[in-house]
C-alpha cells in the first residue's frame, strides 16, 4: 500500500518559520525526485521545490532563497524548510514522489506520480 504521510503544517505569522515533513512507504521501483507543491484557494496546483534521488534541487522562482528541500534516503522522508514565510505562501501543501517501474502490462518502464493527502499552511500578516 502507498502511503506519503504528511506533517509540519500549521498557523506561522508572517516572517515566521516552518519545516514540513512527507515520509513515503509502499513505493516500488526507482525514485527519481521527491517534492513538494501546493495550491492556494481559487489556484491551480504549483510546484514548490523538488530534489532527486542523488541530490539535485529545483526550486520555484517565488520561494528561492527562503526554501530549502532536503532528502533523507535511509528514512524515505523528504523536509522543506520554509523561512521568512509570507502570507502568499498560505496554501495546502503536497508532497509527491515520482518513480519509475516496468510495467508487464505495457512491457515499458512506465513513470508514476504519487501524492501525499496534503498538509495546510497558513501565514497570517
Known amino acids: 500500500q502507498v502511503q506519503l504521510v504528511e506533517s509540519g503544517g500549521g498557523l506561522v505569522q508572517a516572517g515566521g518559520s516552518l519545516t514540513l515533513s512527507c515520509t513515503r512507504s509502499g513505493i516500488s521501483g526507482s525514485i527519481n525526485t521527491m517534492g513538494w507543491y501546493r495550491q492556494a484557494p481559487g489556484k491551480q496546483r504549483e510546484l514548490v521545490a523538488t530534489i532527486t534521488s542523488s541530490g539535485s534541487t529545483n526550486y520555484a522562482d517565488s520561494v528561492k532563497g527562503r526554501f530549502t528541500i532536503s532528502g533523507d534516503n535511509a528514512k524515505n522522508t523528504v523536509y522543506l524548510q520554509m523561512n521568512s514565510l509570507k502570507s502568499e505562501d498560505t496554501a495546502v501543501y503536497y508532497c509527491?514522489?515520482?518513480?519509475?517501474?516496468?510495467?508487464?502490462?505495457?512491457?515499458?518502464?512506465?513513470?508514476?506520480?504519487?501524492w501525499g493527502q496534503g498538509t495546510q499552511v497558513t501565514v497570517s500578516s
Open positions: 509527491n514522489t515520482r518513480a519509475t517501474a516496468w510495467s508487464s502490462y505495457w512491457d515499458r518502464t512506465v513513470s508514476s506520480d504519487y
